[in-house]
Nanobody
Framework: QVQLVESGGGLVQAGGSLRLSCAASGRTLSTYIMGWFRQDPGKEREIVAVIRSGGSTHYADSVQGRFTISRDNAKNTVYLQMNSLKPEDTAVYYC???????????????WGQGTQVTVSS
């Protein structure tokens, strides 16, 4: 089992930055694919960024160039640096882990509880 705990969400003005953290326990993350997802009320949970065990990354088009995902295997932690935030980035952000990649939330096995990010205009 993998337990994931997100932190770092909050309220920020448009154009500002936030850094989300996802701390894992129960297993070492080094072999897992890690992802950040987000969800607005009434909408499906969508993928934001993914980092594979080897360090390669993938981003949703909507955040490409503004968000950066990284991992520190020694600390068993994954980060999402969010810059140039926009009101449309407002959502609950979730950290996820799995041994196999899926573009869809239902394909991921382990989830954190989520952290709210609100971007004011």
């Amino acid at each position: 089992q993998v337990q994931l705990v997100e932190s770092g969400g909050g309220l920020v003005q448009a154009g500002g930055s936030l850094r989300l953290s996802c701390a894992a326990s129960g297993r070492t993350l080094s072999t897992y694919i890690m992802g950040w997802f987000r969800q607005d009320p009434g909408k499906e949970r969508e993928i934001v960024a993914v980092i594979r065990s080897g360090g390669s990354t993938h981003y949703a088009d909507s955040v490409q160039g503004r968000f950066t995902i990284s991992r520190d295997n020694a600390k068993n932690t994954v980060y999402l640096q969010m810059n140039s935030l926009k009101p449309e980035d407002t959502a609950v952000y979730y950290c996820a882990a799995d041994l196999d990649y899926s573009a869809y939330a239902q394909g991921w096995d382990y989830w954190g509880q989520g952290t709210q990010v609100t971007v004011s205009s």
